[in-house]
């Protein structure tokens, strides 16, 4: 018989993240290990590194989000909440109403060229908003660079919805785990 003990919501590889500072830890890890597959010219290596970063993204972004809505409940004390703060942290870079044309542009980048398109003027990109454009992400139309003064860079192209209209977002890996870190802080 087999000795596994059957846990309500919780995959039976163990791949489930236990917490969420560990997750925030396997995301910066996955960066690491990502970026040096991609140098190497390992792109199934780099492929698979990505699935299981996004898979932690995915939870990261459930939960910050979901704390946030719980502590937006009490406006008295959000106002002044050390989480709504660190909900503020920049994070990247965000550009708004892109347009069809940018949108083309931006499908069109080559993988490992991601980019804002040319003439845009981005706008700093808080942790909220970053979760939020994780949350709402189209799944086809994302892209990332390796920059030698940045890091690694994810671009997430966002459509319309919600209030909101389509836009790409510029997020630096390492500033958002970092922001990520302070905010599970306060979790």
């Not at 969420?20 to 991609?38: C, T, Y």
């Not at 189209?138 to 030698?148: G, K």
């Not at 671009?155 to 990520?180: K, L, R, W």
């Amino acid at each position: 018989m087999n000795e596994r003990y059957p846990q309500f919501l919780v995959a039976p590889t163990g791949k489930s993240p236990r917490n969420l500072m560990d997750s925030i830890r396997r995301v910066a890890n996955a960066s690491a290990g990502f970026v040096q597959s991609w140098k190497a010219g390992e792109q199934q290596e780099a492929y698979e590194t990505s699935q299981e970063a996004f898979e932690q993204l995915d939870y990261i972004q459930n939960e910050l989000l979901r704390q946030r809505d719980v502590l937006k409940e009490d406006n008295t004390s959000w106002q002044t909440s050390p989480f709504k703060g660190v909900l503020a942290t920049p994070v990247g870079r965000l550009h708004n109403n892109a347009s069809a044309s940018e949108r083309t542009f931006f499908l069109s980048r080559p993988q490992g060229q991601g980019s804002m398109p040319t003439g845009t003027t981005p706008v700093i990109l808080s942790l909220e908003k970053a979760l939020n454009k994780l949350k709402h992400r189209d799944t086809v139309a994302l892209n990332f660079s390796i920059d030698a003064s940045l890091g690694h860079m994810l671009y997430v192209y966002t459509n319309a919805g919600m209030g909101q209209p389509d836009s790409i977002s510029e997020i630096h890996i390492s500033s958002f785990c970092f922001a990520c870190k302070n905010a599970a802080q306060h979790v």
